[in-house]
């Protein structure tokens, strides 16, 4: 397992990430997912690129795939539930604006 320290601040807990075989295919599933994503949404978007800002859609689906990278890298509980909270609020942020630029995010 490959692990690496950050600096945080907080002498009492360590903040590691790190990877382990099932780390590392939660990260290949994820890829595969936000590529196949990726290039679905370039049809998507385009009927929408002179008439709203679809830039920020761009900001929140990249905050939530950093997010689940963080949360299937994290090597403790203490990174866990940060990740888990900005994953939340990063996809409901993102599927607000979807619904405001077009008929993106209805469930």
């Not at 990430?17 to 290949?28: A, K």
Request: with cysteine; hydrophobic share 50%; charged share 10%.
């Amino acid at each position: 397992m490959t692990e690496w320290n950050l600096p945080f601040g907080v002498p009492l807990f360590a903040w590691t990430v790190g990877l382990n075989t099932l780390s590392v295919c939660f990260q290949l599933a994820l890829s595969l997912l936000a590529a196949a994503v990726s290039v679905y949404s370039f049809g998507y978007l385009r009927k929408m690129e002179g008439r709203r800002n679809t830039g920020i859609l761009g900001f929140f689906y990249n905050v939530m795939r950093l997010s689940l990278t963080l949360v299937f890298a994290a090597a403790n509980v203490l990174l866990f539930p940060p990740g888990v909270g900005i994953y939340a609020l990063r996809t409901q942020t993102f599927l607000q604006s979807a619904r405001r630029i077009g008929r993106g995010g209805a469930i």
